[in-house]
């Protein structure tokens, strides 16, 4: 049996987001690891977005 995984609040998790080199879901208190883009990935699309 898995035990339960600690919830987070929101500004915890958003802390808690802004230290990893990847980047991950939230929903409910529970964290997703998040498969693919990383946050330069994100950063170079807003970038494109605003040169449009």
Do not use: I, Y
């Not at 230290?19 to 964290?31: I, K, S």
Request: charged residues 20%; hydrophobic residues 45%.
């Amino acid at each position: 049996m898995a035990l339960p995984a600690a919830r987070l609040a929101l500004d915890e998790f958003l802390a808690w987001e802004n230290t990893q080199a990847t980047r991950h879901g939230f929903f409910r208190g529970e964290v997703f690891a998040r498969v693919g883009a990383r946050r330069s990935h994100g950063t170079v699309v807003g970038n494109l977005m605003r040169t449009c």
